[in-house]
């Protein structure tokens, strides 16, 4: 079946560290990946996202690679602010008439 | 373009109550997904209403059940309200925004109805 693996956390950088967040997935077909954040209190919000292999999703200074043949999509970042502290949702979706599957999520904490 | 819009955004109930949930979704969305998310099961998926029909299914039992009306707003209702039901209730929208357009596959979600049930 389809499955998302993402890294346990919770993950504790200071300010301006380089952050990896690993994201692996299991699928039948060609699915979407997506990565969603959660700050305190809030809904998802989508950070962004790739649709087909070798496409890359970025915003907010976060970048992501839809790697088809190591079925990965990790979530980088060059220098994070405690504004990023938040949950961080790896999913994907094989068909827009299909659910969406998430990962269990990862906290990150950063120090001032 | 307003968000997708859920009301309410706390509710207190006690075992054995039932609730209903709405949620509006983006202007012209057609689809509608409804997650439960706890500490410890995570994001899981409830259902999802596509054109006032229930297109898929998670494992839940049939105490929770959902519709869509023709304006494509969805309710979701818990009946017989167990502990275990306090979670954060998520719904999120999907689709074209307008004829022609494509569907797009990415959910754009509400911000939660935080449901505790003592």
């Known amino acids: 079946g389809n499955s998302v693996t993402q890294m346990e956390g919770p993950v504790t950088l200071s300010e301006e560290a380089f952050l990896t967040i690993n994201c692996t997935y299991t699928?039948?077909?060609?699915?979407?990946l997506f990565w969603y954040v959660q700050y305190p209190g809030e809904g998802l919000q989508l950070l962004l996202k790739?649709?087909?292999?070798?496409d890359k999703g970025s915003n907010k200074g976060f970048e992501a690679t839809y790697r088809k043949e190591t079925t990965s999509f990790h979530l980088e970042k060059g220098s994070v602010q405690v504004s990023d502290s938040a949950v961080y949702f790896c999913?994907?979706?094989?068909?827009?008439?299909?659910?969406?599957?998430f990962g269990s999520g990862t906290r990150l904490s950063i120090r001032p | 373009k307003a968000g997708v819009t859920q009301t309410p955004r706390y509710l207190i109930k006690t075992r054995g109550q039932q609730v209903t949930l709405s949620c509006s979704p983006i202007s012209g969305h057609r689809s509608v997904s409804w997650y439960q998310q706890t500490p410890g099961q995570g994001l899981q998926f409830l259902f999802e209403?596509?054109?006032?029909?229930?297109?898929n299914k998670g494992n839940f039992p049939g105490r929770f059940s959902g519709r869509q009306f023709s304006n494509s707003r969805s309710e979701m209702n818990v009946s017989t309200l167990e502990l275990g039901d306090s979670a954060l209730y998520l719904c999120a929208s999907t689709g074209m925004a307008s004829p022609g357009q494509r569907i797009t596959d990415t959910q754009y979600f509400g911000p939660g109805t935080r449901l505790t049930v003592l």
């Open positions: 209403y596509f054109s006032e029909t229930q297109r």
């Open positions: 699928a039948t077909g060609y699915p979407s």
């Open positions: 999913a994907l979706r094989v068909s827009s008439a299909s659910k969406i599957i």
């Open positions: 790739a649709t087909k292999a070798d």
